[in-house]
């Protein structure tokens, strides 16, 4: 059976959109599932669309997130942009001389031409068409130029392009995993450029000589290039190879279910990283959007994704891309990931937030304070929102009042339910006086839980009515971990002055 080859193809123009991403992970997944070859080709014959940086910075992010290639673009340990895989160059820009022969060819083969026709003449040409309400489509006017013609246009530098020379009759059909059969009349397909006037060739020919020549069996693609696959397949008959199979991926959809919004900061990958998505949710958020694993379930690990991942589950209707959803996952893989590694994650963020700033290894000065802590204290601060973060960004915000050396709240907050503010009042100084007894020690989480159930106890009071107060007193918050937890990473100096504080409020 022919190896499984598959390959990502992207144009470096700037980010790498979301789209893009779930593009590449089903090429990656198809490819692992199958012990076949995963490839990334940089498509950059469009050099008016080329971003300078974002070649680094995609393979930067394949990196991150797993994504790994046996052949193609890499960046060694210096960050240069390298090449590795005997199919290369995989650089479109530098595999001109190739596609030159093989327009050359298709020339020779009559199933293209010269097109001298300039600027001026198409565009009148198209405003015609659009006033007679016809789709726009290149009348051919140079298909029927004979050698001698050409031949002089091109002694006199006459400046022209190559257009595809698509048959005027028949059919052009093929069978996508998707989609499933596609049929399209030749006489609705357009003699496209195939080669423009700089010499360069057109996304179309670079891409179906590429494919064919990196032997890819499989190209799988957003749906938007659905209706250039017919042209495609022109191209391999015209040259006498085999076409590849083809699967189109469904549209990203707003919730709204019109399409999926091209602002970057709404799509782009790197964003999503910045502001927290964790590398793995974001894979596995955008593995359903458009693969239906047919079954509830909708965690899944690498090796699960890699293990169940197939064609056939792909959905041909557009997904919506829902970032209730990703924050939902975003969630769960956070919860379960290991506190050192999720407190590694955020220090950027608390450092952003300016609430703490590195020292030196490990050793972190407090903002406002001269007060250093180190990484066993900040994975406390971490764990305190581990169940409740969404994003990591998130840390900065969430984590503020551990930090802070005066809490702004109303008074009103430190009354539970239809407690009085004297009786709030009272049970905190009662809360006060208790744990003014205990020793600095004894500021653990469960000491604290076991002490201050006891004194609602042998008081006879609702644990709420101590516990709210305590925990608005050490947090300024209305919602947050529950105060024994809080009370040990704050410890006893901190809860008593926060407490003693709530008091005044109350007097
Ligand atoms: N360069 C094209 C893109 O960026 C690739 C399309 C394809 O995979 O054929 O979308």
Redesign the pocket.
């Known amino acids: 059976m022919k190896k499984i080859r598959t ?5 470096p ?1 700037g980010y790498l959109h979301v789209g ?1 991403l779930r ?1 590449a992970l089903y090429a990656y997944l198809f490819a692992k599932h199958n012990d076949g070859d995963f490839i990334l080709r940089i ?1 950059d014959t469009d050099r008016s669309r080329y971003v300078e940086g974002s070649i680094e910075n995609l393979v930067k992010i394949l990196d991150s997130m797993g994504l790994e290639y046996s052949e193609g673009v890499f960046a060694d340990k210096d960050d240069n942009i390298v090449q590795k895989g005997d199919f290369g160059p995989y650089m479109q820009s530098e595999r001109l001389n190739i596609y030159k022969k093989y327009i050359d060819e298709l020339i020779e083969n009559d199933h293209a031409y010269y097109c001298f026709c300039s600027q001026d003449r198409l565009d009148e040409m198209r405003k015609e068409q659009q006033s007679q309400k016809v789709a726009p489509m290149y009348d051919r006017k140079c298909r029927g130029l004979d050698k001698k013609e050409i031949q002089k246009l091109l002694n006199e530098k006459t400046s022209f392009v190559v257009r595809q020379k698509v048959p005027k009759d028949g059919f052009t059909e093929f069978n996508d995993l998707v989609y499933g059969k596609i049929k399209i009349a030749n006489k609705i397909i357009d003699d496209q450029v195939i080669m423009k006037s700089d010499g360069f060739p057109t ?1 179309h020919l670079a ?1 179906v000589v590429d ?1 064919h020549l990196m032997e890819i069996s499989h ?4 749906e ?2 659905l209706p ?1 696959t017919p042209k495609h397949i022109l191209l391999y008959k015209a040259f006498g190879w085999e076409a590849p199979e083809f699967a189109h991926l469904p549209l990203l959809l707003n919730p709204d279910k019109s399409k999926l919004s091209k602002r970057q900061g709404d799509v782009a990958v790197e964003d999503f990283l910045y502001q927290g998505y964790l590398s793995e949710a974001l894979l596995n958020f955008v593995l359903l959007l458009g693969w239906n694993p047919k079954t509830e379930e909708e965690i899944f690990s690498f090796k699960e994704m890699i293990k169940r991942f197939d064609l056939s589950g792909v959905n041909k209707a557009g997904s919506i891309f829902n970032t209730e959803k990703l924050d939902w996952i975003n969630g769960m893989y956070i919860r379960e990931m290991d506190l050192s590694k999720l407190t590694k994650l955020c220090i950027p963020y608390l450092t952003e937030t300016r609430l703490i700033e590195e020292i030196q290894n490990s050793k972190f000065k407090i903002q406002n304070s001269n007060k250093v802590v180190d990484f066993e204290y900040l994975k406390k601060v971490v764990a305190l929102e581990q169940e409740r973060m969404k994003k990591l960004s998130e840390i900065g915000g969430s984590v503020k009042f551990i930090f802070s050396d005066k809490l702004e709240y109303e008074k009103d907050l430190l009354v539970w339910k239809k407690m009085t503010v004297e009786k709030a009042k009272n049970n905190l100084e009662l809360t006060y006086q208790k744990l003014e007894d205990l020793d600095e020690k004894d500021f653990q989480a469960e000491k604290l839980q076991e002490v201050l159930n006891d004194l609602a106890i042998k008081n006879d009071i609702k644990r709420g009515e101590i516990l709210w107060p305590l925990r608005v007193a050490l947090t300024g918050l209305k919602g947050s971990p529950s105060p024994f937890e809080i009370g040990e990473v704050l410890g006893k100096e901190k809860v008593l002055e926060r407490v003693k504080f709530g008091i005044k409020k109350m007097i």
């Open positions: 390959r990502f193809a992207p144009s123009t893009s593009t498509e996304y891409n494919d190209i799988i693609r957003g938007e290039w250039s």
